[in-house]
């Protein structure tokens, strides 16, 4: 089954001749680099292989969170709260984007002290999050029939239309004059003296001083045709979408068994809340000892399988010329298929917790690539091995809720404005000096 629907955005027919700063992908983080940049006068040009969001940026939960953040991620996404805020208005476009509310549950006495204690990630924000329980918890979770203790509730948190928000931020780009070029993949850069000299599409070159890699699942790929090592692997999840039901909850959800978020539509997205498939390929084991200490510490929640991705991955050249088609132009969209067992699983997991859901209709099941780090943050940062080479990935299932803030973050490394939160965590330099890469378990 093909993946979701997405809002098409139809690519500029010219190619410029030269620019100042190149975006590759059209994914969220892409598109919101552009829109920064082009807010601030650059000239940009973003290039999509494909078509705009059409991989994982549009097959994510939809949620807009600050709740249960990797604590190196509060910042950024405090940021991303207040952008979101009044993002429909700035773009002069609809996401989807309202503040609902999410509910991370706690069954039991560990688990609800685990919420607890991530609560100090938010001291000093001014940001609305507690622990729930009794009758405020029952009020949120109508016709609910899960035994818990209670809950962490963050109001401001939200949600947002993923087959709408990518294309919305990239016609905004295209609004400041941005060039939105799809079906154009980049093959490479070219340098001068050291330094970026431009890009190398299918449909020919653009000059330009620098480059924004944001390729999501493909990044390790482009940056291994120049010796760069971005330890990146990707993790399978499956999502399910209902048609428009009646008494389900308004708030979005998350337990171990299943996560929910109602859609713009009535609708409701459903997914596993912790169990992801990871497909052994090649560079798993190329990469293995650095993923050791996250997959310690999420061995339980990730399901190992060696199958054809295996050999579709061995199949794809490390080296390519410039003049010649490249891996991008022979895999247009990643649309994995998903996962019949584990839907079904975590559906039913739902349905006995909120018999109203005995009514829903799966209208779809779509699965994406999550592109993950070792220590599941994102890289958001200049790579000093080339000058005026950047790259903005690796979100690892996060980027969505975080992506204007990134991309504001990523303009501000570019063009060397004070950064709107401290860069350091992302630094892509972490993972070659000495520095200790720790993920931390949970979401």
């Known amino acids: 089954m093909p993946g979701p629907y997405v809002v098409r955005v139809h690519g500029d027919e010219d190619l410029p001749e030269k620019v100042d700063v190149v975006v590759v992908g059209g994914g969220i983080i892409g598109a919101s680099t552009a829109l920064e940049l082009a807010e601030r006068g650059l000239k940009v040009a973003l290039c999509e292989k494909g078509g705009i969001g059409q991989e994982q940026s549009s097959r994510n939960w939809g949620w807009v969170r600050i709740s249960r953040r990797d604590p190196r991620e509060v910042p950024l996404m405090a940021e991303a709260l207040r952008l979101w805020s009044g993002f429909d208005q700035r773009l002069g476009r609809d996401t989807g984007y309202t503040r609902a509310g999410i509910l991370f549950t706690a069954p039991d006495d560990k688990s609800y002290d685990e919420n607890e204690r991530w609560l100090q990630n938010l001291e000093g924000y ?37 087959q709408k928000a990518a294309p919305a931020i990239a016609e905004a780009a295209r609004d400041k004059g941005a060039a939105i070029l799809t079906e154009c993949a980049v093959r490479g850069i070219e340098t001068s003296g050291g330094k970026i000299s431009g890009v190398v599409t299918e449909r020919g070159t653009i000059g330009c001083s620098a480059v924004v890699l944001a390729g999501g699942a493909w990044s390790n790929l482009f940056c291994g045709l120049y010796g760069i090592d971005l330890p990146q692997l990707k993790v399978l999840n499956t999502v399910i979408r209902t048609k428009p039901l009646q008494g389900g909850p308004e708030a979005a959800l998350w337990s171990k068994d299943f996560a929910i978020r109602k859609r713009q539509d009535g609708g409701y997205t459903i997914a596993s809340g912790h169990e992801n498939i990871v497909d052994i390929v090649p560079k798993s084991f190329r990469y293995a ?11 339980n929640s990730l399901s190992f399988r060696l199958g054809g991705r295996f050999f579709d991955e061995a199949r794809i050249p490390a080296k390519w010329k410039m003049d010649e088609a490249s891996p991008f132009e022979y895999n247009r969209v990643l649309d994995p298929k998903p996962s019949l067992d584990l839907s079904n699983r975590f559906f039913d997991s739902l349905k006995a917790a909120f018999p109203v859901f005995n009514q829903a209709e799966i209208a779809q099941r779509w699965a994406g690539y999550i592109d993950a780090t070792p220590d599941a943050i994102p890289v958001i940062s200049a790579v000093d091995e080339i000058p005026g080479f950047h790259i903005a990935t690796g979100f690892s299932g996060h980027g969505f809720g975080i992506g204007p803030a990134a991309g504001r973050l990523m303009a501000d490394i570019v063009t060397g404005r004070a950064p709107v939160v401290d860069p350091a965590a992302f630094r892509f330099s972490r993972f070659s000096d000495g520095s200790k890469i720790t993920p931390i378990t949970g979401f």
Do not use: C, N
């Not at 918890?137 to 899960?146: Q, R």
């Open 126 to 162: 001014q940001l609305e999050s507690r622990m729930i329980s009794g009758k405020e918890l029952d009020a949120l979770l109508p016709g609910g029939h899960m035994p818990l203790k209670g809950a962490l509730y963050t109001p401001v948190d939200g949600r947002a239309e993923p």
């Open 289 to 299: 000892r650095q993923f050791l200490p996250a997959l310690k510490l999420e061995w």
